[in-house]
């Protein structure tokens, strides 16, 4: 069957180190992966795509990685910060009844202590 | 950025009644419109995609009778939960693409139902 799984359902880091999020999928072959940021009772805000043939994409503080072969995405906030504290999705197209649609994990909430 | 409004952002309402949920795109036209419920601790699962001008397509598991959705015009949305139940309540985000693009999707801020 088909799954997308982020195996942390919490991390919890310190202020100014690196936290990484893993975002695995199985029976899935993604043209593209995105994350998006989660706020309490807020719909998700967009925050960088990768495509299939991109092993990274940097933006700012945030790092994505890609591995097809492994079938996998990494996350990572370099410098974290409190505010950085919050809900992370991946999501990435899968089929559906329509044709194609973002699919999403369940989140890691990421809390960063000062 | 593009911006997709909600409203209301909240609503309590007796079983039995039914709600309307908007979702607007303030500043760009949204050819497709998606709607998501959320549970707590859950990830966003897609209910449905609607196409300005024509039926909705809904996921598996999704009644149509139940969630009305209309896509009128090319920036509104609507979704109505009809006879709502305590088990409707959730968290309904709708989000909007232009030229059907999936991989550039905004999201609404979201509505949270209660249902007594």
């Known amino acids: 069957s088909q799954k997308i799984e982020q195996n942390s359902e919490a991390l919890n880091i310190q202020e100014g180190k690196t936290a990484t999020l893993t975002c695995n999928y199985t029976n899935y072959s993604p043209a593209y992966l995105q994350w998006y940021r989660q706020d309490p009772g807020r719909g998700p805000v967009f925050l960088l795509l990768?495509?299939?043939?991109?092993k990274e994409k940097r933006k700012e503080r945030l790092k994505v990685t890609f591995d097809t072969t492994l079938k996998q995405s990494l996350f990572h906030i370099t410098a974290s910060q409190p505010a950085d504290s919050a809900t992370y999705l991946c999501?990435?197209?899968?089929?559906?009844?329509?044709?194609?649609?973002?699919?999403f994990g369940k989140g890691t909430t990421l809390s960063v202590s000062s | 950025g593009a911006v997709v409004s909600q409203h209301p952002s909240w609503v309590i309402c007796k079983s039995g009644t039914s709600v309307k949920i908007e979702c607007r795109s303030l500043?760009?036209?949204?050819?497709?419109m998606f709607w998501y419920r959320q549970f707590p601790k859950q990830s966003l699962m897609l209910m449905a995609t609607?196409?300005?001008?024509?039926?909705?397509?809904?996921e598996q598991g999704v009644e149509k009778d139940k969630f009305l959705i209309n896509h009128a015009s090319l920036t509104l949305s609507t979704l109505t939960v009809t006879s709502a139940h305590p088990e409707d309540s959730s968290f309904y985000i709708c989000s909007a693409s232009a030229g059907g693009r999936q991989e550039t999707q905004y999201f609404g801020p979201g509505t949270r139902l209660l249902v007594l």
């Open positions: 999501a990435l197209v899968g089929a559906n009844q329509a044709g194609t649609a973002l699919i």
């Open positions: 990768i495509r299939e043939n991109e």
């Open positions: 500043d760009f036209q949204a050819t497709t």
């Open positions: 609607s196409n300005e001008g024509s039926k909705a397509t809904y």
